[in-house]
């Protein structure tokens, strides 16, 4: 499985974008798809996750209410629509796929990844 994550760019604060993370391989369905960032010196956290078949949606709590993560099977690709965006949302984003089936919260458990997409939020 291949990953490309797009859709990041320069935003101010209260302002949305959409992520795209875009997969090749045909059993990309049977992935769980996570979504984390890395800030400049800052460890890489868990931002949100989808089982597989796109019925369990899991958020961080600093992004819950504002991030809606979702999943299209037939074109292999997770979205992450980010509405009210702020300064500290501030990172770059990587999606990452997980052979189980609900995924984790941890970088550790995922298989693949893509390259990452920066996200800028200008106060």
């Known amino acids: 499985v291949q990953l490309q994550a797009s859709g990041g760019g320069l935003v101010q604060a209260g302002g949305s974008l959409r992520l795209s993370c875009a997969a090749s391989?045909?059993?990309?369905?049977?992935?769980?798809t996570g979504w984390f960032r890395q800030a400049p010196g800052k460890e890489r956290e868990f931002v949100s996750v989808?089982?597989?078949?796109?019925?369990?949606?899991y958020y961080a709590d600093a992004v819950k209410g504002r991030f809606t993560i979702s999943k299209d099977n037939a074109k292999n690709t997770v979205h992450l629509q980010m509405n009210r965006l702020k300064p500290e949302d501030t990172a770059v984003y990587y999606c990452?796929?997980?052979?189980?089936?609900?995924?984790?919260?941890?970088?550790?458990?995922?298989?693949?990844w893509g390259q990452g997409t920066q996200v800028t939020v200008s106060s």
């Open positions: 990452a796929a997980a052979q189980s089936g609900y995924g984790s919260i941890t970088p550790n458990e995922y298989d693949y």
């Open positions: 391989g045909r059993t990309f369905s049977r992935y769980a």
């Open positions: 989808i089982s597989w078949i796109g019925s369990n949606t």
